[in-house]
């Protein structure tokens, strides 16, 4: 069955760094276009970045853009997302996921993801 499995989270300080990582099984993940999503708290769930099979199309939500990079290892089955220059608003939990429909700009609905990873950056 499918397993997406993340790991990174933590507290970190404004304009900090974090790279998340995810681990995926029981899908052919090379052929599969991946996402991270994240939920801050008391909103709801949104996109923030999306990789292609080969990581070719790495297109970002507006707020990120400059500061996070998506990555992909295929020979791992692994997912990574790099932030920095982190400010508040990233709080969030984050979840790496697959078979995602964005809408409405920037809203999230997944099929599949992970048990997340929290995100927090305060000081």
């Known amino acids: 069955q499918v397993q997406l499995v993340e790991s990174g989270g933590g507290l970190v300080q404004p304009g900090g760094s974090l790279r998340l990582s995810c681990a995926a099984s029981?899908?052919?993940?090379?052929?599969?276009?991946m996402y991270w999503v994240r939920q801050p708290p008391g909103k709801e769930l949104e996109w923030v970045s999306s990789?292609?099979?080969?990581?070719?199309?790495?297109p970002y939500k507006d707020s990120v853009k400059g500061r996070f990079t998506v990555s992909r290892d295929n020979a791992k089955n692994m997912l990574y997302l790099q932030m920095n220059s982190l400010k508040s608003d990233d709080t969030a939990v984050y979840y790496c996921?697959?078979?995602?429909?964005?809408?409405?700009?920037?809203?999230?609905?997944?099929?599949?993801r992970g048990q997340g990873t929290q995100v927090t950056v305060s000081s």
């Open positions: 029981g899908f052919t993940f090379i052929d599969t276009r």
């Open positions: 990789i292609s099979t080969l990581g070719t199309i790495r």
């Open positions: 996921a697959k078979d995602c429909t964005i809408y409405g700009g920037a809203q999230a609905r997944c099929d599949y």
